[in-house]
């Protein structure tokens, strides 16, 4: 049986669900993180939380439903937008990402 895997990086947390060829959910999981406000008007997230979280939920759809990884035919992934991850020469983040 073919599944696929739908994870949605969202400023609030990472949904993933694992739902079979017919579109039946065979599994749907959600990872909360924060959102950080060091100063009024701004709104910063880690995209070490967004990494954790992805990892986190997508193991968890994947013991939740008992399908095995092989199975998995294909992944989609939205994520959220008008943020900036500023990055250094070898693709670390340098500071927390800016959000809107």
């Known amino acids: 049986m073919g599944c696929f895997l739908g994870v949605d990086i ?3 947390g990472t949904k993933t669900i694992l739902c079979d060829e017919t579109g039946r959910i065979l599994a749907s999981i959600t ?4 959102i950080y406000q060091p100063k009024p008007n701004w709104s910063e997230q880690d995209p070490a939380d967004w990494w954790n979280a992805t990892k986190t939920t997508i193991r968890a759809v994947i ?3 008992d399908v095995k990884s092989d199975d998995i035919s294909g992944i989609g992934l939205s994520g959220q937008m008008h943020g900036a991850v500023l990055l250094d020469k070898a693709h670390s983040v340098l500071r927390p990402a800016i959000l809107w």
């Open 63 to 65: 013991d939740k439903s």
């Open 31 to 34: 990872e909360e993180y924060p």
């Open 10 to 12: 969202g400023t609030s």
